[in-house]
Nanobody, 127 residues
Framework: QGQLVESGGGLVEVGESLTLSCSASGAASGVTLRYYAVGWFRQMPGKERRLVSAISSPGGGKYHVEDVKGRFTVSRDNTKDIAYLRMSSLTAEDTAVYYC????????????????WGQGTQVTVSL
């Protein structure tokens, strides 16, 4: 764990937007993110970690759970080995620790077959 690094979390108000970024934690990590599907999980207080969005390695395949569809957009820039999660129209129910993950395919991520994790970044949406 810890081979990926998330950034961009913070405190925002309801209705605002936030963009999270995910990259490998330096050359020593041995991870080349462009070769992996990237998933964004979140863990709300007292609940299990849950996949909310994912993007395939080439970037053409995308997945969002129903309660974030139309509000969250997952993307990636393989020239920079960075993946993003753009979150809009945030609600208090989006408050969670958000984790970046990497796996072979979106389907693997959905099954919990994770090769690498980040350490998480807190997103807090205030009323």
């Amino acid at each position: 764990q810890g081979q990926l690094v998330e950034s961009g979390g913070g405190l925002v108000e309801v209705g605002e937007s936030l963009t999270l970024s995910c990259s490998a934690s330096g050359a020593a990590s041995g991870v080349t993110l462009r070769y992996y599907a990237v998933g964004w999980f979140r863990q709300m207080p007292g609940k299990e970690r849950r996949l909310v969005s994912a993007i395939s390695s080439p970037g053409g395949g995308k997945y969002h759970v129903e309660d974030v569809k139309g509000r969250f957009t997952v993307s990636r820039d393989n020239t920079k080995d960075i993946a993003y999660l753009r979150m809009s129209s945030l609600t208090a129910e989006d408050t969670a620790v958000y984790y970046c993950s990497a796996g072979r395919t979106i389907e693997d991520l959905r099954k919990g077959a994770i090769d690498y994790w980040g350490q998480g970044t807190q997103v807090t949406v205030s009323l």
